[in-house]
């Protein structure tokens, strides 16, 4: 069987700004534009409507070469707030390992002593955990939406494999970093992730399915079930029974 080659376009573009306000933390900073993840049901997609790309999500990825020397200008200006890497974006896509924007940004951010949230579903995170360690208030967070391969290569086809998130937290939070996981969206057989993410994370947050870019994919694997009231009112009782077992944190957004 071939392998599937994906072509991908990649642009160097230089932007106008690099921290963002945000609604989820203070500020967010997304190093580039698209994701080569490419995942089914990402919402990120909607910057589509902004940035005139009509390639498919995850075929397309700028790169924000200036993101560094912007950041260094702009954090002179702002009032220090948290951090969130990245909104929408992955910011250690596998692009990161060329470019190196997002290990450029949080240089600069450690040296002024911002506390900054990461959340990925790469394990090249783990390349700056040295990096890492230099910061004060920092949350790294590995979004981990089922514990079945088979579920995750129908929803998330080029993301790194379950066994390598979990690996990667366990070597994050051993190394004295907080951790999390976000079980979002909720997919099925996301039930088997808390056995497996015992003693790795300090917390785990989770949210269910509330955009409807992947309704097709439910609908060509049979999985309509799993988009329901029933299913997400399931998986929340049975969550929160076995993470309560485990004695792990957790928050439940529906």
Not at 40 to 58: I, P, Q, S, V
Not at 201 to 223: E, F, Q, R, S, T
Request: proline residues 5%.
């Amino acid at each position: 069987m071939c392998a599937l080659v994906v072509t991908m376009i990649v642009k160097e573009i230089y932007a106008k700004t690099i921290l963002s306000k945000s609604k989820v933390s203070d500020y967010t900073i997304n190093p580039y534009i698209g994701c080569e993840h490419g995942c089914t049901y990402c919402y990120a997609r909607f910057m589509k409507r902004y940035t005139g790309h009509r390639e498919k999500w995850g075929r397309f990825v700028d790169v924000k070469v200036n993101a560094a020397k912007l950041l260094q200008h702009e954090i002179k200006k702002k009032q220090p707030g948290k951090v969130w890497i990245s909104g929408v974006c992955d910011p250690y896509q596998p692009i990161e390992r060329k470019y190196e924007l997002t290990r450029d940004c949080l240089r600069i951010l450690s040296k002024y002593g911002w506390p900054i949230t990461i959340q990925t579903k790469s394990p090249l995170v783990k390349r700056d955990l040295a990096l890492l360690r230099t910061f004060n208030d920092i949350k790294v967070g590995l979004t981990i939406t089922t514990a079945d391969e088979e579920v995750r290569k129908v929803f998330e086809p080029v993301c790194p494999p379950i066994k390598d998130r979990i690996e990667t937290l366990e070597i994050l939070h051993s190394a004295g970093l907080k951790t999390f996981a976000m079980m979002a969206p909720l997919l099925p057989k996301a039930e088997g992730l808390v056995t497996l993410l015992r003693g790795s994370v300090d917390y785990v947050l989770i949210d269910k399915m509330n955009y409807h870019y992947a309704d097709w994919i439910y609908k060509k694997y049979g999985l309509e079930y799993a988009m329901t009231d029933v299913f997400f009112a399931q998986k929340k009782r049975e969550l929160s029974k076995s993470l309560e077992r485990e004695d792990i944190p957790f928050q439940i957004f529906f």
